[in-house]
């Protein structure tokens, strides 16, 4: 699965990295090394003008935890951060955004945990480790989005009428992430970005063509404090390598709430 993640470019940088040609400087997010399910999250998507039929790259702010549009309450976001890429194309909640709702979602690399077997009086506990690209690159994490309207709101333009949330794919663990966590999310590579975003591009074996394990499987993997389990932690500590033997016996697990 994927977690928690670290995005911490300015989106200035964001617009130039991935040629994006709409943003609004009103939607704003700071740095965040510790996003959570919920948060707002930066992505990149294309949308198709009505008016024009016009194509244009934005830069936008999604909320993590997909809503599907025939959900009865935006609560149930909260369970789907992750979809299967083995399921993806099938699955009901999923399967209509992965064919024309497709998104990329900067990252600068991802928390997993891994289990610590108890030792002694040391109960077992969750070790969180920073899973990054060895040469520091961002990451595109493979992301689907969707709409979803509210039914007891009567304004189409009020707040909160239209939610506009994502989830991000995930697939079986290799290399570095395997032997932290089973699961680790998909990536996209730089001269795929044009075809995974393009909402023509409709053809289930082509887009499954285009996912591909982060970084080509070059990570770099450290152990990082347990702070990062509480979303009221945020800041760079968070990425500081530690002795993944200094962490207290029982440390908590992450949590959504703190």
Not at 4 to 26: E, G, I, K, N
Not at 201 to 206: F, T
Not at 221 to 229: E, I, K
């Amino acid at each position: 699965m994927c977690g928690r993640y670290a995005s911490t470019r300015r989106p200035q940088d964001l617009v130039d990295l991935f040629d994006v040609t709409h943003w609004d400087p009103d939607q704003a997010l700071g740095p965040s090394w510790n996003v959570a399910p919920t948060d707002a999250v930066w992505s990149v998507l294309e949308r198709v003008a009505r008016d024009t039929g016009e194509v244009t790259r934005q830069l936008r702010t999604l909320r993590w935890g997909l809503v599907p549009s025939w959900a009865k309450s935006p609560e149930i976001g909260a369970k789907m951060i992750n979809a299967r890429v083995e399921t993806v194309a099938e699955k009901p909640a999923y399967r209509r955004a992965f064919a024309k709702r497709r998104c990329l979602l900067p990252a600068d690399g991802f928390y997993e945990w891994q289990t610590v077997p108890a030792t002694g009086s040391a109960k077992a506990r969750k070790q969180p480790y920073f899973i990054s690209p060895e040469d520091g690159r961002a990451m595109a994490l493979a992301g689907l989005y969707e709409f979803w309207r509210a039914p007891d709101i009567a304004d189409d333009d009020a707040p909160g009428a239209w939610w506009t949330t994502c989830t991000i794919i995930t697939t079986k663990a290799t290399d570095a992430a395997g032997r932290v966590h089973p699961r680790m999310p998909l990536a996209i590579a730089p001269d795929d970005w044009s075809a995974w975003l393009d909402p023509a591009h409709q053809d289930p074996g082509e887009l499954r063509a285009l996912l591909t394990a982060p970084a080509a499987g070059h990570l770099d993997t450290r152990a990082v404090s347990t702070a990062v389990n509480s979303v009221r932690n945020n800041g760079p500590h968070l990425l500081d390598e530690i002795d993944g033997t200094d962490e207290a016996p029982g440390s908590a697990e992450p949590s959504s709430d703190g």
